[in-house]
């Protein structure tokens, strides 16, 4: 095992309490992935919906509404990002060097990132679109980055358990 | 009779070609598909139960589509992945439980998407008729989320359910 004395920081979130819990128990990766894909329907859900309604699907929505959501959309990304760091405790070696575990991650900053752009570019317009009034273009082009995103991070996620690190 | 067909199922070409080259696809269909179906009834189910009221209950319905697309994608995908371990799948109780919660829950988001989202009063409230169907249907899909995850890591037998 020469890989792990070459990677101390892998060793010992590896032996930290969180990893030896979830490698030991039966019960907990599976519960760990139940809350996963709940965390994902939550903040897909809502980040979906606003963005469907930016591009014109439900168009008799207001928009500045909508974002009575986020918090839920947090508690979503709260969970995964929690689940996901047990996930990585519990065989680091495994997600480390995964080619797809990084793109996950790199999407992920990206899809922030768009969130933000949203957020400083457009929001200040968002109480303007009220029922069946139309987005920006601006808004239109961020929303859809959002979605083809966020399929990104699930396509990368699903693809962890299909891909492994080059050697 | 079942367990020949569910055989013949398990050994056909389509369930070898399914196994050999399509399955990180359909499994990446099923979440992405996951993700629209209950992502979106989460949020008009939440409308139903008072969150954001200032949102008019039938431009939600509009959704309804984007609900169904999801849904579509996963009763395929999940055929796809029935065909694998249809035997297995099949007398699972957590399989069963599953398909309920989803049979259910379709009615409910049915129920309420014909009863509930209509009236094009901006600020409206829903009975508490509404909001139970809401906690349900809500009750519903989570039910599916974790028999769904936990039948990838367990058969009936290993749990103590047979």
Known sequence: MEINAAHPLLEWIKL???????????WAFPALQSLHFI??????????VIDLRVLG?????PIHPLHRFLPLAFAGFGINLLTGIMFFCHDPYVYAFNPSFRIKM???LLAGLNALWFRLGVFLDVDKWGPGI????LAKIISALSLLIWIGVITAGRFIAFTSAPH | ??????????HSAFADWVQAT?????????????AILVGLLVVIDLRVLGFATALPLAALRKLMTVVWFGFWTNAISGVMLFSIDAKKDFYSPLFRIKLS????????????SSSVLQGNSPVAGTSSRAKVLAVCSLTCWLCAIVTGRLLAYFTYGDIGLD
């Open chain 1, 16 to 26: 930290t309490p969180i990893g030896a819990f979830v490698r030991n128990s039966t």
């Open chain 2, 22 to 34: 399509a399955y990180p696809a359909v499994i990446t269909a099923h979440s992405i598909g996951l």
């Open chain 1, 106 to 108: 790199l999407l992920i």
């Open chain 1, 39 to 48: 965390g994902m329907s939550l903040l897909i859900g809502v980040v979906g």
């Open chain 1, 134 to 137: 139309e987005a920006s273009r």
């Open chain 2, 101 to 112: 919660a989803i049979a259910l829950g379709l009615i409910l988001g049915t129920v309420i």
């Open chain 1, 57 to 61: 699907v439900a168009r008799g929505l």
């Open chain 2, 1 to 10: 009779m079942v367990d020949q067909l569910l055989h013949a199922l398990q």
